[in-house]
């Protein structure tokens, strides 16, 4: 489904099927909800709402029956200028010695060699 990118601090994106009345909403953690039979006019509401995590906490979660779509999941880091950036669990920004939920990059970078998981699925 094609979704549209919001502005929100929770919303990355949300999409809207008419023909199965499905809202899909992609979180900035990485999870992509699917929400059936949501009338038009709730999507409406939702799209153009000021705060878009407001909105969807009274007017959807909850009140739809809900479908994970996918389960990737992100940490949110921060650079010293304070802009927000969203990395797989457990990877890194090369060359840069950011924190990354409070594990200095080096330890981080250890930690997902460790785990055994494969990084490369993250790369584009």
């Not at 099927?17 to 699917?34: C, I, K, M, P, R």
Request: with cysteine.
């Amino acid at each position: 489904m094609k979704r549209t990118k919001v502005v929100s601090s929770n919303i990355k994106s949300i999409g809207y099927d008419e023909e199965s009345l499905t809202l899909e909403v992609e979180f900035h953690n990485g999870a992509v909800w699917q929400y059936l039979e949501v009338p038009r006019g709730k999507y409406n509401v939702l799209k153009g709402a000021q705060s878009k995590g407001k909105c969807f906490h009274y007017t959807i979660k909850g009140k739809y029956k809900a479908i994970k779509v996918t389960t990737k999941k992100l940490e949110c880091y921060f650079d010293p200028d304070g802009t927000r950036h969203w990395v797989p669990m457990s990877s890194v920004v090369p060359d840069k010695e950011q924190q990354i939920l409070g594990t200095p990059a080096s330890k981080a970078t250890d930690l997902s060699q460790e785990s055994g998981i494969d990084m490369s699925q993250f790369t584009e």
